[in-house]
């Protein structure tokens, strides 16, 4: 099994930062990214940044130049940090995993259980 713990969320004026945190862990084998989505309520969850086995990163463009993910490999560990935030950011954030695992066979996604970022006005 694989787990996803998001940490780091909470409420911000707009502007101001926030850096979230996912740790992953259980019966991980290799990971080919790591990343982030995010949810408004009545909207479609949506990609906001990923950072690849590679190293490299990508962001959505509603982000790009504010936000960026970054990840740590040896502790299976991602980081979305936020900058400049609006309040058209207000959401839940989900951490995502791609990679294999001993509990299911072959190329899967799994998901953390999303934390709550809100910025006021």
């Known amino acids: 099994q694989v787990q996803l713990v998001e940490s780091g969320g909470g409420l911000v004026q707009a502007g101001g930062s926030l850096t979230l945190s996912c740790a992953a862990s259980?019966?991980?084998?290799?990971?080919?990214?790591m990343g982030w989505y995010r949810q408004a309520p009545g909207k479609e969850r949506e990609l906001v940044a990923l950072?690849?086995?590679?190293?490299?990163?990508t962001s959505a463009d509603s982000v790009k130049g504010r936000f960026t993910a970054s990840r740590d490999r040896a502790s299976h560990t991602v980081f979305l940090h936020m900058n400049k935030l609006k309040p058209e950011d207000t959401a839940v954030y989900y951490c995502?995993?791609?990679?294999?695992?001993?509990?299911?066979?072959?190329?899967?996604?799994?998901w953390g259980q999303g934390t709550q970022v809100t910025v006021s006005s």
């Open positions: 259980g019966s991980i084998s290799s990971i080919n990214g």
């Open positions: 995502y995993l791609l990679g294999y695992s001993d509990f299911r066979e072959g190329l899967n996604d799994y």
């Open positions: 950072a690849t086995s590679s190293g490299g990163s």
